[in-house]
């Protein structure tokens, strides 16, 4: 390959290469600009008016057996009539501190849900409705049946509602929530006054600009709000909202070190020496060994002659025992003559 002809593959590949970077630049400033998608809205931060099930600007009547689970305040206003029979399982502030610096946060939560941007805007009837998390805007608000919130299996999914006038339910209508979905989330700012029908099932935050009434057995699970008009209830049941928690991980950790332990060292030991092995030495050497020095070994035995005449023979055993001896020695000689005479011959 020539040198030519390399310089004009680089010239070709130098394009394709700058193009790829430019395109990863790009897809790299959308992921960090977050432009490619809408972002999950964030909550609304209600402050200390996060404790109270009911706050009111002017007043609060009550009839019948109403329950509220957090606590009633009110303010400027100093009345809450009808409690007893409602019952309130928190606190009562009218007119104090805590009522005046709830009805501040209040104040501030209105105006950030009320401003917050981008919203989709919808038609006034949202009975037979689903939808999904978002900001979402209308003129005045009408529920009959039931709207449905789909949380897209995120526990964290927030719901805003901006209304510009009223918010009003047809009696037991419902809001109802599917995959996972937290009333805690859910924001309605009413520009003017909300009414919850009778027997309606309602979820959220309500925060009106003017008042809240709900009718005979509609119950709320979540808060009436209302920054300067009065709170009514009738037989009402206002629980706090719940707030749901991602469930793939843990929710706590370990509270203390595992119980089962070893308390002591194993009992299973062996508790001495082996009881098996033998008591002492022997006693002995084996039994079958001599027990002393050999006293069997032969010693050169002499051959008797036949004692032919009582005890007088014995005379004879020194005279037999001499002849003997003479004859080996005569034996001798002459054996030690017949050599010489060899040697000398």
Not at 98 to 114: F, G, H, I, S
Not at 278 to 303: L, N
């Amino acid at each position: 390959m020539t040198v030519t002809s390399i310089r004009h593959r680089r010239r070709a590949v130098l394009p394709a290469l700058t193009a790829i970077t430019a395109a990863c630049a790009a897809t790299a400033v959308l992921m960090l600009s977050g432009t490619g998608a809408s972002a999950q809205p964030a909550p609304v931060n209600l402050g200390t008016a996060a404790n109270f099930s009911v706050l009111a600007g002017s007043t609060v009547t009550n009839t019948g057996d109403s329950f509220l689970a957090q606590s009633l305040g009110v303010h400027p206003g100093n009345t809450a009539t009808g409690f007893p029979p409602g019952t309130v399982a928190g606190e009562i502030h009218l007119a104090d501190g805590v009522a005046l610096q709830a009805k501040n946060d209040l104040t501030t939560a209105y105006n950030n849900a009320a401003g917050r941007t981008p919203f989709t805007s919808l038609p006034a009837e949202l009975g037979g409705s689903t939808l999904t998390p978002g900001v979402y805007r209308l003129g005045a608000a009408q529920l009959t049946g039931t709207l449905t919130l789909n949380s897209q299996n995120d526990p964290a999914a927030v719901f805003i509602f901006q209304i510009e006038s009223t918010l009003i339910t047809a009696s037991n209508s419902s809001v109802v929530f599917i995959n996972g979905a937290s009333p805690c989330n859910v924001y309605w700012q009413v520009g003017s006054s909300a009414t919850i029908g009778t027997g309606t099932r309602f979820m959220g935050n309500i925060l009106a600009q003017t008042s809240i009434t709900m009718n005979t057995g509609a119950t709320l699970q979540g808060r009436a709000l209302a920054q300067t008009g009065a709170v009514t209830l009738d037989n009402n049941t206002i629980n706090a909202p719940v707030c749901l928690q991602p469930t793939g991980t843990p929710t706590t950790t370990p509270t203390g070190t595992p119980t089962g332990q070893p308390t002591g060292t194993p009992t299973g030991a062996p508790t001495g020496t082996p009881t098996g092995q033998p008591t002492g030495s022997p006693t002995g050497g084996p039994t079958g060994q001599p027990t002393g020095a050999p006293t069997g070994f032969p010693t050169p035995s002499r051959t008797q002659l036949p004692v032919t005449g009582g005890s007088g023979g014995s005379a004879l055993i020194p005279v037999l025992t001499g002849l003997g001896t003479i004859a080996v020695a005569a034996g001798a000689a002459l054996l030690l003559a017949y050599r010489r005479r060899t040697s000398e011959s």
